[in-house]
């Protein structure tokens, strides 16, 4: 006997059945945010304590609790057995605070862009799945935030991976004409980049969230180039570029979560990008896709430098992710790269480790659990993350002549 149900699906087309799954799926995806991030179905930031904010700022915990005895700087709440907690926005404030009170240590504790520094857009890129790209991007841009800097995030990636992980879900919290697309579309809808850029949760970040709308791009740019968009600011490759310029003032640092395809937004992203990222998972099948990949960037960068564009790296580095030491055909893959691409590969790794992939189940990065169950599985992995960031801000910090 046949069912209703069996009845309905025998009459529905391939496309009908996708997008009534794609629907049910993301009306689960509304309800489980909304039981995350209750009462208000927005996510927020931890707090952080006395001992771990001295050990951000680089002083003593004792010279934190006098600062907020004699009232100097931000005032941190208490908890219910009396111990202080901070806001991130009341370290930026202490941050500000000490770079006043100790000019000759202002950048130590508050390292960012000065007048004349460049600003540094680091396109975060791979076309393999299971690189870990959005979750080295959103790690971080997270880390950045944490030290002090002003940091805009740009999701390229249809996807819209990087914006979910801010909290944003594409089919529910982005509108038409609230991406990137808006402020590099070729028609008279074109809006200013202030206009899509959000504020979040995270003190410091403002993204610029994705959703589908993005391939809009990708299908709308052979015509365009066909039609006469095809030099100065205006060709493709140059008009994130242009974007991002409008806001240079206002960030330290631009992360570019670029599509897992070298299409026209990513082509875009490479020519914007002042730095690369390379995501790379050290397993054979992985390295012969990268290996594609590069081959075929080197050769369209080639074909936009013929067009003009100028595309100039202040450094290039391989990210290598989910990375199990013990596992000896991963430690011979992380061997081939580091002898074929010496320096260029990050010297620490990001560790495979169940402690990013539980936090991911819940739209998390490792800096925005607390140390409560799985405290040294937690410790491990954000040592683990801490060392490949801080790498990474090291090379920022040597373009700004640090």
Same mark, same amino acid.
């Given at each position: 006997?046949?069912?209703? !149900?069996?009845?309905? !699906?025998?009459?529905? =087309?391939?496309?009908?059945?996708? +997008?009534?799954?794609?629907?049910?799926?993301?009306? !689960?995806?509304?309800?489980?945010?909304?039981? @995350?991030?209750?009462?208000?179905?927005?996510?927020?930031?931890?707090?952080?304590?006395?001992?771990?904010?001295?050990?951000?700022?680089?002083?003593?915990? =004792?010279?934190? +609790?006098?600062?907020?005895?004699?009232?100097?700087?931000?005032?941190?709440?208490?908890?219910?057995?009396?111990?202080?907690?901070?806001?991130?926005?009341?370290?930026?404030?202490?941050?500000? %605070? $000490?770079?006043?009170? +100790?000019?000759?240590?202002?950048?130590?504790?508050?390292?960012?862009?000065?007048?004349?520094?460049?600003?540094?857009?680091?396109?975060?890129?791979?076309?393999?799945?299971?690189?870990?790209?959005?979750?080295?991007?959103?790690?971080?841009? %997270?880390?950045?935030?944490?030290?002090?800097?002003?940091?805009?995030?740009?999701?390229?990636?249809?996807?819209?991976?990087?914006?979910?992980?801010?909290?944003?879900?594409?089919?529910?919290?982005?509108?038409?004409?609230?991406?990137?697309?808006?402020? *590099?579309?070729?028609?008279?809808?074109?809006?200013? &980049?202030?206009?899509?850029?959000?504020?979040?949760?995270?003190?410091?970040?403002?993204?610029?969230?994705?959703? @589908?709308?993005?391939?809009?791009?990708?299908?709308?740019?052979?015509?365009?180039?066909?039609?006469?968009?095809?030099?100065?600011?205006?060709?493709? /490759?140059?008009?994130?570029?242009? &974007? *991002? =310029?409008?806001?240079?003032?206002?960030?330290?640092?631009? @992360?570019?979560?670029?599509?897992?395809?070298?299409?026209?937004?990513?082509?875009?992203?490479?020519?914007?990008?002042?730095?690369?990222?390379?995501?790379?998972?050290?397993?054979?099948?992985?390295?012969?896709?990268?290996?594609?990949?590069?081959?075929?960037?080197?050769? $369209?960068?080639?074909?936009?430098?013929?067009?003009?564009?100028?595309?100039?790296?202040? /450094?290039?580095?391989?990210?290598?992710?989910? %990375?199990?030491?013990?596992?000896?055909?991963?430690?011979? &893959?992380?061997?081939?790269?580091?002898?074929?691409?010496?320096?260029?590969?990050?010297?620490?790794?990001?560790?495979?480790?169940?402690?990013?992939?539980?936090?991911?189940?819940?739209?998390?990065?490792?800096?925005?659990?607390?140390?409560?169950?799985? +405290?040294?599985?937690?410790?491990?992995?954000?040592?683990?993350?801490?060392?490949?960031?801080?790498?990474?801000?090291?090379?920022?910090?040597?373009?700004?002549?640090?």
């Amino acid at each position: 006997m046949i069912t209703n !149900q069996q009845q309905i !699906q025998h009459a529905e =087309s391939s496309a009908m059945k996708i +997008r009534r799954q794609s629907q049910l799926l993301s009306a !689960q995806l509304q309800s489980i945010r909304e039981r @995350l991030y209750e009462p208000e179905a927005a996510k927020s930031l931890k707090t952080f304590t006395s001992r771990e904010v001295a050990a951000l700022l680089g002083i003593a915990e =004792s010279t934190l +609790r006098q600062m907020s005895l004699d009232g100097e700087s931000a005032i941190p709440d208490r908890q219910d057995n009396g111990r202080r907690i901070y806001t991130l926005h009341q370290v930026n404030q202490i941050r500000e %605070h $000490l770079a006043q009170k +100790r000019p000759n240590e202002a950048l130590v504790f508050l390292p960012r862009r000065r007048a004349g520094d460049k600003l540094q857009v680091v396109a975060v890129a791979n076309f393999k799945g299971g690189s870990a790209k959005t979750t080295t991007t959103v790690h971080l841009a %997270h880390y950045l935030a944490i030290r002090g800097l002003r940091v805009l995030a740009i999701d390229l990636d249809p996807q819209a991976s990087l914006s979910a992980m801010f909290g944003y879900q594409p089919e529910f919290d982005v509108d038409e004409n609230e991406t990137v697309y808006a402020a *590099i579309r070729y028609d008279d809808r074109r809006r200013s &980049v202030h206009e899509v850029i959000r504020r979040t949760y995270f003190a410091g970040i403002d993204l610029i969230p994705a959703n @589908l709308e993005l391939m809009e791009y990708e299908h709308e740019t052979p015509h365009a180039i066909a039609d006469g968009y095809g030099r100065g600011d205006e060709i493709f /490759f140059r008009r994130l570029s242009t &974007v *991002i =310029s409008e806001v240079e003032a206002d960030y330290d640092i631009v @992360l570019v979560d670029a599509p897992p395809q070298l299409g026209y937004l990513t082509l875009g992203a490479l020519c914007a990008a002042t730095a690369l990222l390379i995501t790379i998972h050290p397993a054979m099948i992985d390295v012969a896709s990268m290996n594609q990949f590069l081959a075929m960037m080197s050769d $369209l960068m080639g074909v936009i430098e013929k067009r003009g564009g100028t595309l100039s790296h202040d /450094f290039i580095r391989y990210v290598i992710t989910r %990375h199990n030491p013990n596992d000896d055909p991963q430690v011979n &893959v992380v061997t081939l790269l580091r002898s074929l691409f010496k320096d260029d590969v990050l010297a620490p790794a990001v560790a495979e480790t169940t402690a990013i992939a539980s936090a991911g189940l819940e739209n998390k990065s490792l800096y925005e659990l607390s140390r409560g169950v799985g +405290r040294d599985t937690l410790s491990r992995a954000l040592e683990s993350v801490d060392s490949v960031n801080r790498e990474i801000f090291h090379h920022i910090k040597n373009v700004w002549g640090r």
